[in-house]
DNA sequence: CGCTAAGGATTGTTGAACAACTCGACAAGA
DNA sequence: TCTTGTCGAGTTGTTCAACAATCCTTAGCG
């Protein structure tokens, strides 16, 4: 787990690095790690002041990382009132599959000609997550499950998407926490994800295409499920 | 002595006082109706105290809409260096067209399951861009073929896929702007869009789908023609 | 001709200040 | 009791001025 203190250490270390960013992007990827990681959990009020005091940066700078993560849908931003770690709704939870359904299927549809280094890569996240699996590490079976997906959208050799493909696995992550049980939802995906990149190893990007959207179709239902009763 | 237009001016301005927004997303919006407008070509810095003064508003304010528009990609930001209004590769406008095809396709794809609300917006479209187009008002006809394609997409019935588009829609903006004769880029698209309309009315998904991959590659085409000399 | 150093311009970041707003607590009145 | 008005503490919204860091140009030098 992160804690403040190792972060301001790391941060401080971080900025005397040369090809070093801005301090507002280094603030935003060190709250998106803590936010992801669930260290904030959703509806945490997140105050300027204590955090740019923790930081040892000013408000300014840290308003203009907030600003960062709520346009990534990680924080949401109420107006006089604050930033809170996002909520999601069962209705979020039903439009980013909607846009994984699309973005995702269009990718393996292209299965056919998928370059060899995309397939390594795809073939390289289903192997760990079978790894990860076989060691009862679930936590790595989801990160390994993620990039999975992140490399299948690839297929599409297009940028934007693979970028948006990223906020939206961010934003996903905000919802898994409440997983109880991450084995139960992740274990049944690791034996999919070998017999998808099977298929699109084959080329069969149209079985590809049908297999993948019943697999979103039931990680939907199941994170619903779950997430329903709690929201 | 009160009367009932005093009455309700005052309470439609306290209207506009509630729904207000923020100073920096008041001047997000101003500079993305310039860029969009073409008022700020591609390539043109935007200085900060300069822009600041002129609004009256301070840097920091200003920066945080610039962060805005720098995400929405209408903006690029070198650090240290300015921000400078974005200028698109050959290789973004392929790109965008690589996601117009995954999202709309997508879309068109799902004709069967059209609600009437959306079907009736895609008439308009259809309709306002041919009347413009008799007028010869290519602006017109341009403006309706975005609004088009836009009211496609909510096919998807996804809120996240419709702002993708918008923002899409908007970054396109950057390059229309290249086109010497809108005319010609324009006229060949609102027959083309009547006819989608149809296929999609009738339910023929997969035409439609076929029909409109067509129409994206040939429009993409045309705009690297006309873009490459230049770039 | 190429390299280096200095100077000017612009952005990056800070800290403080004040205005605007939210929200809960409490009092006054119906 | 319920509603309404008022107050005050706390937080965000915005501005301002200052300085540091960085980039770009140019002048000087070998």
Known sequence: MLNVDDVVISLAHARTR???VSVAEEVADL???????????????????EIADQLAISRNTLREAFRLLGHERLLEHRRNRGVFVRVLSAEDVADLYRVRRVIEVAAVRRSKEAPPAVLASIKEAVADAERAAAQDDWKAVGTANSRFHQALVTLNQSPRLDESMRHLLAELRLVFHVMKNPRSFHEPFVARNRELLALIEAGEGQAAAGYLESYLDEAEQMLLRAYEPTG
């Open 18 to 20: 040369i090809g070093r």
């Open 31 to 49: 709250l998106r790690e803590r936010i992801i990681e669930g260290v904030d959990e959703p509806g945490t009020q997140l105050l300027e002041t």
